[in-house]
Nanobody, 126 residues
Framework: QVQLVQSGGGLVQPGGSLRLSCAASGFSLDSQAIGWFRQVPGAARERLGCINTADGVTNFADSPMKGRFSISRDKPKNTVYLDLSSLAPWDTAVYYC??????????????????WGQGTQVTVSS
């Protein structure tokens, strides 16, 4: 069964940092696009960025968090991470990861995702 299992959300103070994990279950992340998104109730889902796990190339074009986060992969752990920094209250949202197959050398920007994680809540508050 193909699954993305997310973890790492929680409560963090303004200015703090957080690492979110997206672990693949039932398939390999050797050649996938992993995208990260966030959503608040009543608002449209926002695209944060993505990574091609085959070559490690990331894309953050048009991201509202550009410069404050990074995406990385750990192949032995079959996991992709979203590292958030300089968090502000308006970053409070449910964060999601998603995946689809992607060949080496292809851009992850604009791909259509097949599978989604369950989401993890990030709350930024003092």
């Amino acid at each position: 069964q193909v699954q993305l299992v997310q973890s790492g959300g929680g409560l963090v103070q303004p200015g703090g940092s957080l690492r979110l994990s997206c672990a693949a279950s039932g398939f390999s992340l050797d050649s996938q696009a992993i995208g990260w998104f966030r959503q608040v109730p009543g608002a449209a889902r926002e695209r944060l960025g993505c990574i091609n796990t085959a070559d490690g190339v990331t894309n953050f074009a048009d991201s509202p968090m550009k410069g404050r986060f990074s995406i990385s992969r750990d192949k032995p752990k079959n996991t992709v991470y979203l590292d958030l920094s300089s968090l502000a209250p308006w970053d409070t949202a449910v964060y999601y990861c998603a995946t689809t197959f992607l060949r080496y050398g292809s851009s992850c920007r604009g791909v259509v995702y097949d599978y989604w994680g369950q989401g993890t809540q990030v709350t930024v508050s003092s």
